[in-house]
């Protein structure tokens, strides 16, 4: 069926879980979070399962937030995460985000993609603006599938341990393209809300002075070659053009 709803608090909002199948159609429009589950007395529940289905979703706070994991198989997404205060992302969940598949659009003043443990992409495609970052894991995020653009972002993929090994990603930062330096985001489940709480890349390496500075003046963009790992010591094969100015720069801080 097809459904519309305009709430002043959260749209959609479960203590168990929201489980949502094919052949449905949202449009939202919350004053809090447009899907939301949460279950204070249970770590387990309050997840989100997506096998399909069309949302539009413009929310004041986060576009679909879960407190245990979020799975997604299917559907069309449009989501638009930008109020004044508190938590504005795009997709949360405090355990694992698991993309299987897929179409987001996601437009958010804080993380697009953002989980206090680990992200999981295996296809689908992902078409990302913010004003943080693009992709977000506290603990791991790992890229098996899938097209991913982010067309706008502070950081592009940012997590203690980041692998890209497969599908294609595109990102134009205005700080690290790659952030696999370590730390914990902020701006979490409990982390105080707002964007531009990361606190990853203290004391790495970082890009050169003059990379660093022209990226944050006109932007970078990275390819991402398949067969990427990074992190960890490991080999990365990473090609940066800074406007056709850099061809052969780094962009990614470990």
Do not use: W
């Not at 997840?47 to 679909?64: E, M, Q």
């Amino acid at each position: 069926g097809s459904y519309r709803v305009n709430a002043g608090l959260q749209a959609i909002d479960a203590n168990d879980s929201i489980r949502i199948a094919k052949g449905t159609s949202f449009e939202i429009t919350a004053g809090k979070d447009g899907l939301h589950a949460e279950n204070n007395d249970d770590d387990s529940l309050g997840f989100i399962y997506l096998a399909g289905g069309s949302f539009d979703i413009t929310s004041k706070n986060d576009g679909i937030s879960a407190g245990a994991y979020l799975q997604a198989e299917g559907g069309e997404f449009n989501i638009t995460a930008s109020g004044s205060s508190g938590s504005m992302k795009g997709i949360k969940a405090v355990g694992t985000v698991l993309i299987n598949g897929g179409r987001f659009t996601v437009n958010s003043k804080d993380d697009a993609v953002h989980s206090n443990s680990s992200v999981v992409i295996n296809g689908g495609s992902l078409e990302i603006t913010t004003d943080d970052d693009g992709i977000h894991a506290d603990e791991s995020l790992v890229i098996k599938g899938g097209a991913i653009n982010i067309t706008k972002c502070y950081e592009g993929l940012e997590a203690l341990n980041v692998s890209v090994e497969g599908g294609a990603v595109s990102l134009i930062a205005t700080d690290d393209g790659i952030n696999a330096a370590g730390g914990k985001d902020g701006s979490g489940f409990g982390g105080g809300g707002g964007f531009g709480k990361d606190h990853f890349g203290k004391g790495g390496k970082g890009t050169g002075k003059l990379l660093r500075e022209y990226g944050k003046k006109h932007g970078f963009r990275t390819v991402i070659v398949p067969e990427v790992l990074i992190g960890g010591g490991v080999r990365a094969n990473v090609i940066t053009a800074f406007r056709d100015r850099f061809p052969q720069a780094r962009a990614f801080h470990m």
